[in-house]
């Protein structure tokens, strides 16, 4: 396939200055050396794309080959882990190589200790609008807790200090449902975030993956991971108090205070739009093609520095899947799922096998039913996992 509307350009930069407990992305910790490595490859494999011969250029990546991109995004990791200079290395290979939209949206995603007033004005100057803040908390116990490395003072600093470099859109991250942090914990730091004033906040329940950290921790009987129904009523209670607070939640993770202050890059992932990933185990997707590069970054800057397609492997998805996809991500967001859209695209009308609980989830009060639209409620939203997983399209 080849892509013909405006698509999207994904940058995993891998390195973090401290590995959190409870990560498990593709990051490293590196020094300077390492980076230094990692920003030859990058800019390597960026050459690739337009190289003839291999599946690294007209392969799995030929379907890109006259896309325009309307948004870039950096993220990790930690981008902010690279110098500016560095940063500016790679922008112009990917605006030299690539068509990019003049107006397209440019997020980086950075740590509060990283973000002093020189280095955001360096982003600024690179063409970054939109800025990611990897908040999680604002309280200094619950950030020892979660492993991050600045404490309440910065991370405030750092969304006053990105609204003073003219960023249009500032975001930030949070992290919830964590262990030894109940009671009114949680809606206090909400408030106290939205009185910093950002246009967009994301609000990550805490979940503990085997081999973390926090993992080793559980499995040992020293940390309690929440239940369900926990989880479930800090849901609800997040929406409902950001609802207040004047962010609409647009998808299960994601509040905007605006309709413009929506992430328009992570938007492409939910609609099946087309996307470009570039960098240790990021993902790429076209029509019916995904495929996602070697996750090791040494292994990938290996195969790049050879030559050779990063690319791991590769799957071609049937329409059954696509349209189970489709329904999953629009169990995610407010907009809901388009059945005639869907049914138009597939052939297959995603709702005639899910009848039966269709009628039950409204009924339950989970889903309401518009004419051949289906929008999960705020309720519906808490559970778009299990609405998924029962989904029967025949």
């Known amino acids: 396939m080849v892509v013909t509307e405006a698509a999207g350009l994904y940058v995993h930069i891998p390195f973090c200055s401290a590995i959190c407990p409870y990560c498990d992305f593709a990051v490293a910790r590196g020094g300077e050396a390492d980076r230094e490595r990692f920003v030859e490859a990058l ?116 969304v006053e200090r990105a609204r003073e470099a003219g960023f249009r859109s500032v975001s930030v991250d949070l992290i919830y449902s964590l262990p030894g942090f109940e009671g009114g914990w949680w809606l206090g730091t909400l408030d106290e975030t939205a009185a910093l004033g950002p246009d967009h906040i994301s609000c990550y329940e805490l979940t503990i993956h085997d081999g973390t950290p926090f993992g080793r921790r559980r499995d040992a009987g020293r940390l309690r991971e929440a239940g369900e129904d926990e989880r479930a009523a800090n849901f609800v209670a997040t929406h409902r108090r950001l609802a207040e607070l004047g962010y609409e939640g647009y998808e299960v993770s994601n509040f905007a205070r605006r309709e413009g202050d929506r992430s328009r890059h992570n938007r492409k992932y939910w609609r099946h739009q087309p996307y470009l990933g570039l960098g240790p185990s990021s993902h790429s997707f076209a029509g019916r093609s995904r495929w996602w590069n070697v996750a090791p970054w040494r292994d990938w800057s290996a195969a790049v520095a050879g030559g050779d397609s990063p690319v791991a492997g590769r799957e071609e998805l049937a329409d059954d899947q696509l349209l189970l996809e489709a329904v999953m991500m629009g169990l995610r967001q407010r907009s809901g799922i388009d059945c005639a859209a869907l049914e138009s695209r597939f052939g297959i009308d995603p709702a005639a096998g899910a009848r039966g609980q269709i009628d039950a989830w409204e009924k339950a009060g989970w889903l309401r039913v518009r004419g051949r639209r289906l929008e999960p409620t705020l309720e519906g939203l808490a559970r778009a996992d299990r609405l998924a997983r029962e989904w029967k399209l025949r």
Do not use: C, K, M
């Open 43 to 158: 800019v390597g494999e960026i050459v690739l794309l337009g190289s003839s011969g291999g599946e690294g250029g007209t392969g799995a990546t030929r379907s890109f080959e006259s896309a325009r991109f309307d948004t870039v995004y950096f993220g990790g990791g930690t981008p902010s882990a690279l110098s500016v200079e560095q940063l500016g290395a790679i922008r112009r290979r990917l605006v030299g190589t690539l068509a990019i939209d003049p107006e397209a949206e440019w997020t980086i995603e950075v740590n509060p200790e990283d973000a002093s007033a020189e280095s955001l004005g360096g982003w600024r100057e690179l063409g970054f609008d939109r800025i990611s803040l990897g908040l999680q908390a604002l309280d200094n116990r619950a950030l020892r807790f979660l492993g991050r490395r600045h404490d309440e003072a910065a991370a405030r600093a750092s």
